[in-house]
Structure formats: structure tokens, C-alpha cells
């Protein structure tokens, strides 16, 4: 039976069924001119930020710094040639970050690439 998305984001993994003491297991990334543009990790915290509107809170909810956490962000919206995640600065009426369309997108077409990948896993035979 196929993991859920939140047990995906437990342990970013993707596994076959056991059969006897074998298993496939397998982790799925996208990469674009040979760098990481989208994974798990990323996408959980493009998840997050759009859960909290903050890329602070996104950050300290994975137990990440903010400096890795943004320059991320920083690093997704470069590589999409689009903002992923759009920003406000902090100041009298405060901060914030959300998705922007095709950051909802990216995230959307990841779960649907996991979703594949899952279901190619359980037709395997270790």
C-alpha cells in the first residue's frame, strides 16, 4: 500500500513492498542544469511556508536555520526562472512569504511525480 504524503514527509522515501528481507527504496529529486531545483525537503518547506507565511517559522518548524532555508527559496526561484515564493519585509505592519502560483504548482507537480514513482515501486520485485 502506498505511503501517505505525510509519512513521505517523515522520512522522504519512497519503498517498495517487503518481500521477505528485500526492499527497493528510492529518493526523488529534480534537478535542472544539474542542480537540485526540487526535492522533498524543499517542497516540505515550500509546504510549510505556505502553512505559516513565514520562511522564519517554515525554517524553525524543520529545524533548519533561516539563512539555509532562504537561500533555498533563493535557489528555487532562481532555477524556475519565477518566484516560487514571494516576500514581504518586516516593518510596522510585519513580514511575510506565500506561494506564488507556480510555487503551488511546483509543489503540486512534485506529489504528482512522487505519486508515479511510488506506484512504479510497488509493481517491482526485489
Known sequence: MPKSKQD???NAMAASPSRGSLQIKGRLWVEKDGQTFVSWGRV??????DETG???A???SMGMSFSHAWHLVENMNALAGEPLVSKQAGGKG???AWLTPAGKKAVADFWKLVDGFQ???QKQKP
Not at 44 to 49: K, M, Y
Open 8 to 10: 513521505l514527509e517523515n
Open 58 to 60: 517554515a525554517a524553525k
Open 94 to 96: 510585519g513580514g511575510g
Open 119 to 121: 506506484g512504479w515501486l
Open 44 to 49: 516540505v518547506l515550500l509546504q510549510r511556508i
Open 54 to 56: 513565514s520562511v522564519s
